[in-house]
């Protein structure tokens, strides 16, 4: 089982960047995108059910400037960041679970994560 992550990189304040997070092993129901930004705990960003293609995304300060979306004949889900801001900047990991979830205890599979760094 892996996951492979890609697409960070330094952007400045306003820019965009996509994430892509592909999956090999076997299938999952959800896969999300979590961050951790230094000295902070890894929170939820965003996940989307495989089979349904619902999404869920953190508070606000996610909402309306990230998209999470999915290739299931790619295995591959997407995370495009728009408006970024110096406050988004972090590692940034892929993970999957078996089942439909955004606790973060319950993702057993983990890719390596991506820096992600905004300049003001």
């Known amino acids: 089982v892996q996951l492979q992550a890609s697409g960070g990189g330094l952007v400045q304040a306003g820019g965009s960047l996509g994430l892509s997070c592909t999956a090999s092993g076997r299938t999952f129901g959800m896969v999300a995108w979590f961050r951790q930004a230094p000295g902070k705990e890894r929170e939820f960003v965003a996940a989307i059910g495989r089979i349904d293609g619902v999404t869920y995304y953190a508070d606000s300060s996610v909402k309306g400037r990230f998209t999470i979306s999915r290739d299931n004949a790619k295995n591959t889900v997407y995370l495009q960041m728009n408006t970024l801001r110096p406050e988004d900047t972090a590692v940034y990991y892929c993970?999957?679970?078996?089942?439909?979830?955004?606790?973060?205890?319950?993702?057993?599979?983990w890719g390596q994560g991506t820096q992600v760094t905004v300049s003001s």
């Open positions: 993970a999957a679970a078996r089942r439909i979830t955004i606790r973060e205890g319950d993702y057993n599979y």
